[in-house]
């Protein structure tokens, strides 16, 4: 597998170079998750079954090589930093497998971040202590205070930041640590900081889950999301919501609801629906009235009502194109000239501006168009042909668009 991680190639840092490689290397990394889970399997390669320790000598040799290559490449796809993230686990699950000093690999774990090449990772104390062992554990957490130690007080007259990576090691192991230890006390002081953003609260929520204590979890997550209004705590509220649908079902559906009053669209008053049933439809539209255009999406999926939809996209003049795009494919059925007269708004809309990217999409969009019409009758095809000639004249000076509408037949 060494040769699928490794690269001698002196063009990592093109975008194209470096993701062709990320990908070679998560083929790598499949290929030592095969050799520890199933090393008995790697004979269909003609490799004769590894023992432990031979599979972790490979692993350490990976994931060396994996970090030079990560050092001198373009990952801005992650590919690579995926790779990586994959052998740095499976680089734990080899070692305690196999025979290891504890105290060299609690030595190589903690050096391991102060690698000049890098700093893009962390080594996780809980997912190595099965190799560890007491004797590595202790040494480690030694490491730990003595970088501790090494740290300068914050001058409480600083007012600017400064950074630290020994900081935030520090904060990082005394995290880990506080997971492996099961010490409730300890990550709620850990995890929640001085508890100044609702992440921090979904950071204690997921360490506790991460240990089994579910109810805790729960308790926090729903912290996190009722925090405040901002991204975080919606996003701690699906992780409340999917605690409470795998561990106590019948809160989900109050805890669904709080999670559409805060923040209210089609796809949460849908939520409220599939938990709480259709007879609060009438309390999800009204709630969604301020959000219209999210109103007229619940009407048009959640309800499978395109009349209504149309009606109140109407009423309430929504100028939302990709709604209107929607409801027009849903109207269709039931007025094909009001469904495609919209969809030609919509294509001759988007060839105001001269753009000759745009002009193949917009004749393809017209061909279809014009096939729904043909099927709707004489009235929707003549709507529609004559569009086409009213574009072609105003536009006549696009050569480009012209051909596209010729390419497509649409004369």
């Known amino acids: 597998m060494l040769p699928l991680i490794r690269s001698r190639s002196r063009d ?19 290929l030592l998750e095969q050799a520890i889970r199933h090393p008995q399997s790697l004979n269909i390669y003609g490799v004769v079954e590894p023992t432990p320790d031979e599979t972790y000598k ?10 030079r290559v ?7 796809a992650g590919i690579i930093g995926d790779a990586c993230r994959q052998l740095i686990d499976l680089h734990a699950q080899a070692a305690a497998q196999a025979t290891v000093s504890p105290t060299k690999l609690a030595d ?43 740290i300068p007080p914050h001058d409480p007259d600083d007012r600017l930041a400064h950074y630290d990576h020994r900081e935030f090691l520090v904060r990082w192991f005394d995290k880990r640590f506080a997971v492996l230890d099961r010490d409730f006390e300890a990550i709620i002081h850990t995890h929640l900081r001085d508890g100044r953003v609702a992440a921090w609260y979904e950071d204690v929520a997921a360490a506790f889950e991460e240990i089994g204590e579910i109810d805790l979890a729960i308790d926090w997550s729903e912290q996190a999301t009722l925090f ?25 559906p109050d805890a669904v609801r709080v999670v559409f009053g805060r923040w209210p669209s089609a796809g949460a008053g849908a939520r ?6 259709a007879g609060l439809i ?70 105001v501006e001269a753009n000759t990217r745009r002009y193949r999409p917009a004749a393809r969009e017209l061909a279809a168009i014009k096939r ?8 929707a095809l003549a709507l529609v042909n004559g569009a086409i000639g009213e574009l072609r004249e105003r536009y006549r000076r696009r050569p480009s668009l012209i051909a596209a509408l010729d390419r497509a037949r649409l004369g």
């Open 12 to 30: 990592l840092w093109r975008y194209s170079v470096a993701n062709e490689h990320g990908v070679q290397m998560l083929d790598g990394a499949a």
């Open 58 to 67: 490979v692993a350490h040799k990976a994931l060396a090589s994996a970090i």
């Open 70 to 76: 990560i050092a001198r490449a373009d990952d801005s």
């Open 108 to 150: 190589w774990i903690f050096d391991f971040h102060f690698d000049d090449q890098v700093d893009y990772f962390e080594l996780d104390p809980v997912a190595y202590a099965p190799a560890l062992g007491p004797k590595g554990l202790d040494r480690l957490r030694a490491r730990v205070d003595a970088l501790r130690g090494e």
């Open 228 to 252: 405040e209004h901002g991204h975080q705590s919606q996003q701690a509220a699906r992780r409340w919501q999917r605690l409470l649908e795998q561990h106590r079902p019948q809160d989900l």
């Open 272 to 277: 409220v629906i599939e938990t709480s049933g």
């Open 282 to 351: 009438p309390d999800v539209q009204e709630t969604l009235l301020s959000r219209p255009a999210e109103l007229i999406r619940f009407q048009l999926e959640t309800m499978a009502d395109p009349r209504l939809a149309w009606e109140t996209a109407t009423r309430l003049e929504i100028e939302d194109d990709r709604l209107w795009a929607d409801l027009a494919a849903a109207y269709l059925a039931i007025d094909p000239i009001a469904a495609i007269s919209v969809q030609l708004r919509l294509v001759e809309g988007s060839l």
């Open 372 to 379: 729904s019409a043909a099927a709707a009758g004489d009235e």
